[in-house]
């Protein structure tokens, strides 16, 4: 592996199931799936974001485990990255949370659990609720 991108793999390694096409083609807005592309600039804030990602406290970890749980309940899957970009864009309907799942702040992240949490009990699925969001678009 080159050492030139040693910094973004170390931080991407601590995050499971994010893959390094993925970071950044989101950081890039769809721009770019190559690290070689990026500016120097661009480099260091993608890896000062996974950096804030990888720090985060204990509170958001169980906040965004407890959100990744009531997903799971309601059919999501977090297995591969096309499973991700279906829960995103679920998440970034304004009636939902109006962000991705890594942008939600802790407080975010309760909120959205007990949102959650209400639509589950309701007997909201995911096959339902995409198909209703893509109506929408």
């Known amino acids: ?10 931080l991407l390694h601590n ?8 970071a950044v083609q989101d950081f890039t807005d769809g721009r770019t799936t190559h690290l070689s592309d990026l500016s120097a600039k661009e480099y260091r804030d993608i890896c000062n974001y996974l950096q804030g990602i990888v720090n985060m406290d204990a509170g ?6 407890r959100v990744l ?7 999501f899957k977090t297995t591969k990255k096309e499973d991700w970009a279906l829960i995103d864009r679920f998440l ?9 799942y890594r942008e939600l702040s802790t407080s975010e992240l309760r909120e959205l659990a ?7 009990d309701k007997g909201y699925h ?6 209703s969001h893509e109506q929408y678009r």
């Open 1 to 10: 592996m080159n050492g030139k991108y040693a910094l973004f793999y170390a």
């Open 60 to 65: 958001r970890r169980k906040a965004g485990s």
């Open 126 to 131: 995911a096959k339902e609720m995409i198909n």
């Open 92 to 100: 970034l309907d304004k009636r939902i949370a109006g962000k991705k």
């Open 114 to 120: 007990v949102k959650l949490c209400s639509m589950r």
């Open 15 to 22: 995050l499971r199931g994010y893959e390094k096409e993925a």
């Open 69 to 75: 749980n009531l997903l799971t309940e309601m059919g």
